[in-house]
């Protein structure tokens, strides 16, 4: 019988600039401070896009009746992350508010503090058949000092989160929205 892919044949794993939730536990180091706003996606010619901006008075003219964007935006928190699973930087960006609130609630606990400062799990539980039917728990590690490694693959790995507002690549250069597949190499673990 001939085989439509080679016997043994498995995908590559495509290196993704953003951290998504698997489900069970993800483990992750905020290595960045969270840049704030609002989000929602559109379609174009190249498929479903986000569009995000920091306050809802920023929709721009073009998108403000379109498909009332005012009331579908939500809310969304970014940040640079070290995914310890994909042993890379990586954004991740935040909508689910039961993880907003546990993090911003770790946050202003003098015992935890800035969660750069230590480790975090987000545990995805599916709760029932369909895709929204999920819940997160997080889960702080104790405070510790970040791997020198970890440092040093961050120092070498430029993310300008602000890009986002623009529609851009954070890990590419100004006015870049494909540049994050050369930042790939630099930014994975060797």
């Keep these: 019988m001939n085989e439509f892919l080679p016997k043994g044949y498995i995908a590559p794993e495509v290196p993704s600039n953003y951290m998504e939730f698997a489900e069970g536990q993800n483990y992750f180091r905020a290595l960045s401070s ?16 986000p569009v995000r901006v920091r306050e809802l008075d920023d929709v721009p ?23 310890y699973q994909a042993k890379a930087i990586q954004v991740l960006v935040l909508k689910q508010q039961t993880i907003m ?7 202003k606990n003098p015992k ?28 702080p590690e ?5 791997d020198p ?5 961050a120092s070498n790995v ?3 989160l602000e890009a986002l507002y623009a529609g851009e690549d954070p890990f590419g250069t100004a006015g870049s929205t494909n540049a994050g597949a050369k930042a790939g190499k630099a930014r994975r673990q060797r």
């Design 61 to 83: 003219e073009e998108f403000r009746n379109a498909t009332n964007n005012r009331e579908n935006a939500r809310h969304f928190w970014a940040f640079t992350v070290y995914n």
């Design 101 to 107: 609130r546990a993090i911003e609630a770790f946050a």
């Design 158 to 160: 430029p993310v300008r």
């Design 34 to 49: 969270a840049i704030v706003g609002y989000q929602w996606w559109i379609e174009n010619g190249e498929g479903r896009k």
């Design 149 to 153: 490694a970890i440092a040093e693959l």
């Design 142 to 146: 104790p405070p510790s000092a970040l």
């Design 112 to 139: 935890w503090g800035n969660p750069k400062n230590y480790d975090l799990i987000v545990e995805k539980v599916k709760t029932g058949s369909r895709e929204r039917d999920v819940e997160y728990n997080v889960i």
